[in-house]
């Protein structure tokens, strides 16, 4: 048996609940592993002291921009990547990798030399105050130098999860997490280089993080990244593009929103910056661990929907939701109940505490409706209904959030800011199911009931 069967039988045969859990549990080590070193490097920039750690926040926003074009490229190609499969043609596949590779590549150079030329008004614009600035501006000089490898980083992450390969995807992801820890000490409690330190260790394991995983990738993947294999005709980018939108409008609104949401916070001082940041770090945490196994049905939703196996897609979904709902539950209770003590562990000061006890305790609330809302989009995405998908995408961190934190902010002041986010958690997961009831009664069950259907 080839390679290509074996890979259709695996995906189409295997008891779905189980092969989430398979290609799940490496991505949400990753994920895991990630977010671990996110609040890792909170933490040891935020032992500098409360502008420092607003730094993390300012260029935490720079980060989802360069996700943003990242996701579009890694799961728009990779939607294909997995049709293509399922179709067992993999030269096609080949030509959609390649084309989000090198279209990555130049974005990444691109987006790095406009960024570093600007680099000053970029971080005011993000929301820096003057006294977060110089942090904000040594910080950013190096993950605008990382910038190309983390957008290919993350297309050959997305592309080797939709080959059903996340252990290697991992293996790439959790070593560069792990070295950015390593470096976040090295440079800043040995070395004293305080947050320039931090920004020169995410650079250096992000490009480490990089060669791992194109070395992996040219090893194990079954679709193959070469210049010459680069698309040559437009609907091969469209189709990267328009499946992927959802993605480049979920990271891309949470950009704008934070960035409008530094600067709503700015007034209130670095304090309430501070204290966002940390809030912001531990709901991408439980956000990030809590939605491992969405990362898992992806790839399952994608090629089982192309081979027309629409009860095990079904079956995901079901699936899916309910896991990532207990497991959100488990993380976001420490949220609920002990709010302070989480954000005095990346900051002690009394300011800081006070707001961030707060915030951190809505938005343990909110988070819990996430795995609705975010599963519906990946659904939708993976199926390759990206209208749905878009609308879906929209919601969170756009049409609800964005007004919610201008009414409500208005209002009530920091108070209001802060629970704008966890207000528009529980209206996108609220908004998403209908379309998901949608999916479920309206799919035919199996290629029999279609092809009844059609008769």
Known sequence: ???????????????????????????????????IYNMADTYFVGMLGKSEQGATGILFTLQCIIQAFAFMLGHGSGVFVAKALAEKNKEEASKYISTAFFVGAIFGVFLMLIGLMILEPLMLLLGSTDTILPYAKDYGLWVLI?????????????????????????????????????????FICVMDLSVFGAGMSTAISQIISFVILLVLYIKMAQSKISIKKMGTKFVIYWSIIKVGFPSFIRQGLTSISN????????????????????????????????????????????????????????????????????????????????????????????????????????????????PISVTANMLFQSVRKAGIASILALLRSGLIFIPTLLICGNVWGLNGILISQPIADILSGLISVPFILYFIFRTPNTLESEENVEN
């Open 259 to 370: 960035a409008l949401l530094n600067n709503l916070a700015k007034p209130f001082g670095d304090a309430a910056l501070a204290a966002i940041s940390v809030i912001n770090r531990f709901s991408n945490f439980i956000l990030c661990v809590g939605l491992g196994m969405g990362q898992g049905f992806q790839p399952v939703a994608s090629f089982n929907y192309q081979a027309k196996e629409y009860t095990r897609v079904k079956k995901g979904l079901v699936f899916t939701i309910c896991f990532s709902a207990i497991i959100v539950f488990c993380f976001s209770i420490f949220g609920i109940i002990i709010p302070g003590g989480i954000v005095w562990l990346f900051q002690r000061s009394n300011d800081v505490i006070e707001i961030g006890s707060f915030g951190l305790r809505i938005a343990s609330i909110g988070v819990l409706f996430l």
């Open 1 to 35: 048996m080839n390679t290509a069967d074996a890979h259709y039988i695996k995906m189409t045969k295997t008891p779905v609940s189980k092969l989430i859990v398979i290609l799940g549990i490496p991505t949400t080590i990753s994920m895991l592993v990630t977010s």
């Open 146 to 186: 990382a910038c190309p490898f983390m957008i290919c980083s993350l297309v050959l992450n997305n592309n080797l999860r939709y080959e059903g390969k996340a252990i290697y995807a991992m293996v790439g992801l959790v070593t560069g997490a792990l070295l950015n820890i390593f470096g976040d000490w090295l």
